[in-house]
């Protein structure tokens, strides 16, 4: 049984959360937090705008991962004015919370995932403000004493047009700004679509990776649903010294309790 407040898994150094987004979806949402809770996983949620803050903060669970902005992007005037000023925002947010980790990604995506403003090649320059724009997200996340995270998508399936999406780009764009406020949420459903490799990918982010979420490929449920092999990878993470949050972002195929558990056994030694 994983600790409910720290999500530990006995015999391993890391410790594992779950969606709230994703999970017991016929529930009012502080419900679903409080079932992830009592099952022994810390939390992890999205878009906090659309939340009752005051009823999370008083919540009896661990939340340990949110979005860390409303809008913006990483390249354009406008769009980097948005994420730092909301960026700015879900900080405060994340205090009353005591969330210590505030996901990114390359752009700001719509309510179906879709970029709000896609982008089919990133040029040169534009990489290189990215990571002038990641440099000041992390400043922000230092001074506040917070991570944030910046996560891979798949642009095959369910966001196609997100610029830095694939995970040798957000890897690559960490790595350039090489500070501990900034680190790689490696979403392993989405590498698997666009990259594959994992048990290699996992190795070669080692120390840059801030989280890594977990669902099965195809249909993003729980593990055990599809082709990937997460009990190599939990090995593999647990032979890295791996000691981050491992997040269950996907849905349940059919029980939400079940999914719960499978996704345990698949990460327990």
């Known amino acids: 049984m994983t600790n409910p407040m720290t999500g530990a ?8 959360a779950a969606s709230a987004e994703m999970l017991f979806v016929d529930l009012p949402f502080v419900d679903r937090v409080q079932h992830i809770h009592d099952a022994g996983f ?3 949620i999205w878009d906090w705008t659309v939340k009752d803050v005051d009823a999370l903060a008083a919540a009896d669970a661990s939340i340990v991962s949110m979005t860390g902005y409303i809008a913006g992007n990483l390249t354009q005037p406008d769009g980097i004015t948005e994420l730092l000023d909301t960026a700015a925002r879900s900080l405060e947010i994340a205090e009353r919370l005591n969330c210590p980790a505030l996901n990114l990604h390359g752009t700001g995506l ?13 040029t040169g320059p534009e990489w290189v403000t990215a990571v ?9 996340g230092e001074k506040a004493g917070r991570v ?19 995970a040798t780009d957000t890897l690559a764009l960490v790595e350039a700004v090489g500070s501990p406020h900034l680190r790689m949420n490696l979403d392993l459903y989405h590498a698997q ?14 120390d840059v990776i801030g989280e890594i979420q977990v669902a099965d490929v195809p249909g993003r449920c729980e593990p055990g649903t599809g082709e990937i092999n997460y009990a ?6 647990r032979d890295m010294g791996y000691g981050g949050v491992i997040g269950l972002e996907g849905w349940a195929a059919g ?13 327990t030694p």
């Open 110 to 122: 719509d309510g179906k995932g879709l970029p709000v403003r896609p982008v089919e090649v990133v």
């Open 42 to 44: 810390l939390v992890e």
């Open 193 to 206: 679509i666009g990259e594959g490799n994992l048990i290699e990918l996992v190795q070669r982010a080692g």
């Open 232 to 237: 190599a990878i939990a090995r593999a993470l």
């Open 9 to 16: 898994v006995p015999g391993a150094g890391y410790r594992l």
């Open 148 to 166: 944030f995270t910046l996560e891979n998508l798949n642009t095959a399936v369910d966001h196609p047009g997100t610029p830095f999406a694939r």
């Open 255 to 267: 029980d939400p309790q079940a999914a719960l558990d499978a996704f345990r056994a698949a990460f």
């Open 132 to 140: 002038r724009t990641l440099e000041r997200i992390a400043a922000l």
